[in-house]
């Protein structure tokens, strides 16, 4: 199991993997700087307390309402940099393809309307996020979806059982390409999911629920 001292894993595919959607210098910058900020940041913040150096980064996530102020903040907002950034770079993909039929598109249907009221919904929430944040897809136990919000580097912990797609929305995501145009990105954000890895996650979030959700490393 991952924990102290935390690193920042390679992505999957190339810098340049993401274009014309997501360029090359937005990718390093996102991945190298920022995400690399939140993991020496989280590990400079563990550093000091032993007790917290074998928990994981979910573990950590669950435990920071209980920790004592002066660490919980920092632990609170650099291992959500973490877990939410590793999920963004996770949902993407250069190999994007429409979301097959499968458990994940029916849910899609069944909550939404359709594939077209999903993608509208999301991208409104998306926009609609004030400053910094995230959009998510989210999944309960019994596998119905909802659609949330967070800011900053919040996670959608107690909004969420099991995140299923993020779509960060710091201007840090898109600015050098989309300058300040969001529903552009957004857009473009659309051509590059990783919707295996989305139905994936669906599919493990209703196993786990049937089972122990709370052993469960992979989520919250
Ligand atoms: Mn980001």
């Known amino acids: 199991m991952e924990h102290y001292p935390f690193m920042n894993t390679p992505l999957a595919y190339a810098y340049d993997a993401l274009e ?40 950590l996530l669950r435990a920071s309402t209980h920790l004592p102020m002066t660490i919980a903040t920092p632990v609170a907002r650099n291992a959500g940099g973490v877990y939410n950034h590793r999920l963004y770079f996770d949902g993407l993909t250069p190999e994007s393809a429409p979301l097959p039929d499968g458990a994940l598109s029916s849910a899609i249907v069944r909550r939404f309307g359709s594939i077209s009221q999903f993608r509208e919904q999301l991208t409104q929430a998306a926009a609609g996020v004030f400053g910094s ?53 957004l857009t473009d954000w659309f051509h590059v ?28």
């Open 20 to 59: 014309p959607y997501i360029d090359a210098q937005t990718m390093v910058l996102h991945h190298d700087r920022h995400l690399q900020t939140y993991v020496d940041n989280l590990n400079a913040a563990l550093q000091p307390y032993p007790w917290l150096q074998t928990l994981s980064l979910q573990q």
């Open 133 to 185: 944040g995230y959009a998510w897809l989210c999944a309960d136990r019994r596998g119905t979806l909802s659609i949330v919000t967070t800011a900053n580097q919040e996670t959608p912990q107690g909004l969420c059982l099991c995140p299923i797609l993020n779509l960060d929305v710091w201007e840090h995501a898109y600015y050098l390409k989309h300058f300040n145009k969001r529903a552009d990105y």
């Open 193 to 220: 999911v990783n919707w295996p890895a989305a139905e994936a996650r669906y599919l493990q979030c209703k196993e786990q629920s049937a089972d122990s959700y709370f052993e469960n490393h992979e989520n919250f």
